[in-house]
């Protein structure tokens, strides 16, 4: 097969010498592969060979002119096509708006060289359509990279939510076991008192504080196990925010981070949002654990929840040195602390604005005026379940 020429390929069809030969002097010199037939047989063979645009006459000896544009189409689907004619028709109008035709021109053509403009113009056509389909299926493909891009973003991300989770889990662990090793040792001592111990009534009394202690433990354990829990796995529900801020306050008093003495919780009833109750409890373990650090041994947190409008506001706020100059619109960036080096990731503020901001909320972070730094965020609010 003959190398494409970079102009396109033009095959002409016309069984008149004539009118071939006139239309040869006009059409010579343009920048296309250029065949002249003058029968369907020739056509056909030529258009073997490839065919861009086809200018043909409709009354050909062995082949009708419409049925060459047909197979012109089947080598060349975008194929355009230019109807010569001697015997206009409104059959043959209709016949060519079906097939697409670039243009029907009647014989003899008042100007023969509106005939090399009206070719021109069916090759140009042709461009702009291979241009349009070849800029349409490199959108296609960007937008196919798009879309998997953000998926391995957002795989990504919560990947990220879950190990800076679970980095705050060693954070907590170290209280935790100490919490956890003193209610411990009571089963244990009582336990071997039993052993030994003949008084039913006393044997009673350790059995009882027995299970006293062993609820301790559980409610530590289900509390970690609940922070810990991949919030993707659980479903958007009506969620407590009061209960998920208590929750992150005993979290973070089973921890090195403060004592229970330290954090106070002030909400009276339940405020309701429309949430994944283990991201809200994400979101009050950062900011609380955040608040104790910062306050220090003899420091205070205090963390509020009321219902403002259609909104539900909860506020955690800290006695200690408050935020940098400047950082209080710093601190929901990626890796940005204000710790010392090695003591945080500068993931954890970031964590908790995404996840506020998924659920359509808010949250800003400012200092008071009597000293320390204030969280306020705001989720929708929603009907109790």
Request: charged letters at 25%; proline letters at 4%; a negative charge.
């Amino acid at each position: 097969m003959e190398t494409p020429h970079p102009g396109g390929r033009l095959v002409v069809v016309d069984d008149e010498p004539v009118i071939l030969t006139v239309l040869q002097s006009v059409l010579d010199g343009e920048p296309w592969d250029i065949v002249y037939a003058q029968d369907g047989a020739s056509a056909v063979a030529a258009m073997a060979e490839g065919v861009d645009v086809l200018l043909t006459d409709k009354n050909l000896p062995d082949i009708n002119g419409l049925d060459l544009v047909r197979h012109a189409r089947e080598k060349t689907p975008d194929a355009e096509a230019i109807l010569l004619t001697g015997y206009a028709s409104l059959e043959t109008a209709i016949e060519a708006v079906k097939l697409d035709l670039f243009d029907y021109i009647v014989k003899p053509p008042r100007d023969i060289f509106e005939v090399a403009k009206k070719v021109r113009a069916a090759f140009e056509r042709q461009r702009m359509r291979r241009e349009n389909r070849r800029l349409l299926a490199d959108l296609s493909e960007k937008n196919a990279e798009l879309t998997t891009a953000l998926d391995e973003v957002r795989r990504a991300q919560g990947e990220l939510v879950q190990s800076e989770k679970l980095a705050g889990i060693g954070t907590l662990a170290a209280g935790v076991a100490h919490e956890i090793s003193s209610p411990l040792f009571g089963v244990m001592g009582l336990a071997e008192a039993i052993v030994d111990e003949s008084d039913l009534d006393e044997i009673h009394e350790h059995a009882r504080e027995i299970v006293s202690y062993s609820r301790s433990i559980r409610e530590i354990v289900v509390g970690l196990t609940g922070y810990a829990r991949d919030a993707q796995t659980v479903h958007d529900v009506a969620c407590d925010m009061a209960a998920a801020a208590r929750d992150a306050c005993r979290l973070v008093a089973h921890s090195a981070a403060a004592r229970e003495s330290q954090l106070e919780v002030r909400a009276e009833g339940s405020f309701w949002v429309l949430a994944r109750a283990p991201e809200l409890q994400q979101v009050f373990v950062n900011l609380v654990r955040n608040a104790a650090e910062a306050s220090g041994a003899e420091g205070q947190v205090l963390v509020t929840l009321s219902r403002l409008g259609e909104s539900v506001v909860a506020s955690v706020e800290d006695t200690g040195p408050g935020l940098p100059a400047g950082a209080e619109h710093q601190v929901f960036d990626p890796f940005f602390t204000t710790k010392a080096p090695g003591e945080g990731t500068g993931l954890g503020l970031n964590i908790v604005y995404r996840i506020v901001t998924r659920y359509q909320g808010t949250i800003v972070a400012e200092n008071r005026e009597d000293g320390g730094a204030r969280f306020v965020l705001r989720l929708p609010a929603t009907e109790a379940p």
